[in-house]
């Protein structure tokens, strides 16, 4: 997918992404964005929260590579600790 349009930039600092983009990406009023700019260049890439089953599937690897590499509660306890006192 590849649209082309133009917009301005507003006396407040704001650009309206024309309503064909808006479309086409089902863009909603609320929609959060990453905004990234190099040079001349700005990207915007949108947020998608993440669903309860994906926040579960970082879980489910993360307990897996603490079992695996044998890390066990108490020693996170005693990290969490450490790292209170450092402060």
């Known amino acids: 997918m590849s649209t082309f349009s133009t917009t301005k930039l507003s006396s407040k600092g704001q650009v309206v992404i024309p ?3 808006r479309g086409i990406l ?3 009023t609320g929609t959060q964005f ?3 700019a ?3 260049v700005i990207i915007l890439k ?5 669903s309860f089953s ?3 599937k970082i879980l489910d690897k993360a307990e897996a590579s603490a079992k695996k ?3 066990k509660k108490k020693d996170i306890d005693l990290a969490i600790k450490k ?3 450092a402060k």
């Open 26 to 28: 089902d863009l909603k």
């Open 19 to 21: 309503e064909e983009i």
């Open 46 to 50: 949108t947020i998608h929260p993440s």
């Open 54 to 56: 994906d926040f579960e």
């Open 34 to 36: 990453v905004v990234w």
């Open 38 to 40: 190099e040079k001349d």
């Open 69 to 71: 590499s044998g890390l």
């Open 83 to 85: 790292v209170r006192k």
